[in-house]
């Protein structure tokens, strides 16, 4: 599995970004799928998440009511758009997927659950 994010970029704070993250594969439909993000010199944090269905999705506080996330199983595309976006908000922004969605919805927050991780796009905010 690979996975490609993009749509990174500068962005004014109160802006917003789509961010997309495209994986190969012909089992997409059947993975849950994560968004993290790292500031240099801290630990990644989870972001948000969506189960493999798209039926179920999770996200962080810090995020919640600002960030959607949202996949096409058709295109094997995850997708995560942030509206009202703060400096706070810049990081690289990583998507990862989760092949066995064994008991995801307890799972779905801790970077051990993912088995492959794209590059990563950066996110910058400016305020």
């Known amino acids: 599995v690979q996975l490609q994010a993009s749509g990174g970029g500068l962005v004014q704070a109160g802006g917003s970004l789509r961010l997309s993250c495209a994986a190969s594969?012909?089992?997409?439909?059947?993975?849950?799928m994560g968004w993290f993000r790292q500031v240099p010199g801290k630990e990644r944090e989870f972001v948000a998440a969506?189960?493999?269905?798209?039926?179920?999705?999770y996200y962080a506080d810090s995020v919640k009511g600002r960030f959607t996330i949202s996949r096409d199983n058709a295109k094997n595309t995850v997708y995560l758009q942030m509206i009202s976006l703060k400096p706070d908000d810049t990081a690289v922004y990583y998507c990862?997927?989760?092949?066995?969605?064994?008991?995801?919805?307890?799972?779905?927050?801790?970077?051990?659950?993912?088995?492959?991780w794209g590059q990563g796009t950066l996110v910058t905010v400016s305020s």
């Open positions: 990862a997927a989760d092949v066995d969605q064994i008991y995801y919805s307890a799972r779905y927050s801790r970077q051990a659950t993912y088995d492959y």
């Open positions: 969506i189960n493999w269905s798209g039926g179920s999705t």
């Open positions: 594969g012909r089992t997409f439909s059947s993975y849950g």
